[in-house]
């Protein structure tokens, strides 16, 4: 079982930047992909990014190209998203998520999940 431990979340004013980071108690499979989603209030958990577990390959949500970006850290266990540029329509719970299978989460959906993190943007 894979467990996913965000952190990072916090209150900023728009246009300010955030670095949300996630950690993951093992890794169990060698393909996969780990990334982001969230959900806004009222809104369906859209996710917005996410990463294969060798970094080679990355993919990102419209809505946020060019203003974040997803990477690994320096072991395989880490992954961060750096959020700049931050719109009060970022305001959301980011949860970090995985997945076994070698196609990006906005593909084939997340199996692992973690507890999520709030991110409020003030206007």
């Known amino acids: 079982q894979v467990q996913l431990v965000e952190s990072g979340g916090g209150l900023v004013q728009a246009g300010d930047s955030l670095r949300l980071s996630c950690v993951a108690s093992t890794r169990t499979f060698s393909t996969g992909f780990m990334g982001w989603f969230r959900q806004a209030p009222g809104k369906e958990r859209e996710v917005v990014a996410s990463i294969s577990w060798s970094g080679g390959i990355t993919d990102y949500a419209d809505s946020v190209k060019g203003r974040f970006t997803i990477s690994r850290g320096n072991t395989k266990y880490k992954m961060y998203l750096q959020l700049n540029s931050l719109e009060p329509e970022d305001t959301a719970v980011y949860y970090c998520?995985?997945?076994?299978?070698?196609?990006?989460?906005?593909?084939?959906?997340?199996?692992?999940w973690g507890q999520g993190t709030q991110v409020t943007v003030s206007a």
């Open positions: 998520a995985a997945n076994s299978y070698p196609q990006p989460l906005r593909t084939r959906g997340a199996a692992y």
